[in-house]
Each structure stands twice: as C-alpha cells, then as structure tokens.
C-alpha cells in the first residue's frame, strides 16, 4: 500500500494561474515551486469546540503538527464541497454534510516547501462529544476538542507545536471562525471549484 508521500507525488491538484484561470499540476509541484492552488478547510464544532488533529508523522510536511479537523486539496475537477467531505472521511472518519462560510488566501514555508493556498473553509457540526475513533493513522496521529479561545492562548505560547497554516487562521481570522463555532450562526455558500 502506497504511504502519505507516494500519495502525494501521484495527486493531481488545481492549480490558479495569474489571471485567476485555474489549471491541474502535480500537488507535489505545486508546493515544491510555490505555485498558487486551491485548497480546502474544514472545521468540525461541539458545542463551540473544535476538533483538532494532530497530523501524523509521515505527512509529506508538518507531521507530528496539530492542525484543524482536516485540509487538503480538490482534485483536478473535482468540486471543492466534495473534496472537503472526502477528505474528512478519508482522515477523521467522520461522515457529514458541510457548509462553505469563507475563503482565506495565505502563503506559508513548510520545511522546504510552501503552502501558497486559497483555502475554502467549511464547518460542520457533532452532537456527539466523544472523538470520532476511526481515523486513518496514515493522516492523523491523534485528534482533540479544543476551545478557540484556549487554541488561540496555545499558539502563543508554543507555536512550535502547530501547523503554519493554523497559526495564521488565528492570528488573523479568528473572528472568520469563531463566528460559525455554533450551529445558530449562518454559514454561506463557497465558490466551486468545477470547471
């Protein structure tokens, strides 16, 4: 069976040129040349905690970094509310229905790649509070609920311990966040990503 990285060298991502017309390139490409992508988000809520996950060792960058519920990376044509609950299957193991609430764009040096990202968010929510138990140990090594309020405390304080992407989340849209950590508060629709 093929590892995270074997993975990624074969994963066929979409790519945003500079007239904003989008094109299929290699996701390892993509990182290893700092070429613009699309990217998605998610943000799974209890009761106004997030789930975090805590990306597993062998991830082809940031292993071992926590990060929110899941990110990735639609597939060439693929749409991006269809990646976002793919890939929260695929890592967490949980099952849901998303909803887009906002778009963030962010560069970021990940060892010796770059993250240079126009990430879709999306939020779901559990009523459940226990941690889901099936996730795939090849993406995640552990998950946790986590406050915003305390998140944000903790990325002060050690932001060695989380991924790069999350810190700039945050540092500079927390209220993007935060506002849709309940299910009262209204979510909006993304942009896809069909071509």
């Known amino acids: ?3 995270v990285q074997q993975v990624a060298d074969r994963q066929i991502i979409t790519a945003i040129d500079e007239h904003g017309e989008l094109y299929p390139i290699g996701k390892l490409d993509a990182h290893l040349r700092n070429v613009p992508h699309l990217a998605v988000s998610v943000f799974l809520f209890n009761q106004g905690r997030l789930l975090m996950q805590q990306r597993a060792d062998g991830k082809y960058h940031s292993g071992g970094l926590w990060a929110n519920t899941c990110c990735s990376h639609p597939g060439w044509q ?6 976002a609950e793919r890939r929260l299957m695929e890592e ?21 790649m770059f ?8 939020v779901g929510y559990m009523h459940d509070p226990a941690l889901p138990i099936g996730f795939n140990t090849d ?4 998950l946790r609920w986590q406050t915003l309020e305390q998140l944000r405390t903790d990325i002060h304080l050690c932001p060695e311990e989380y991924s790069p992407w999350l810190r700039i989340y945050m540092q500079e849209h927390f209220e993007l966040i ?11 629709p993304a942009r896809t990503a069909e071509t």
């Open 1 to 3: 069976m093929p590892d």
């Open 139 to 142: 993406e995640v090594h552990a």
């Open 178 to 188: 935060a506002n849709v950590a309940y299910p009262t508060n209204t979510a909006v």
């Open 78 to 83: 693929e749409s991006l509310t269809d990646c």
């Open 92 to 112: 967490v193991g949980c099952q849901k229905t998303l909803t887009g609430f906002g778009m963030i764009e962010y560069q970021a040096a990940v060892g010796n």
């Open 115 to 122: 993250e240079n990202e126009t990430a879709h968010c999306f």
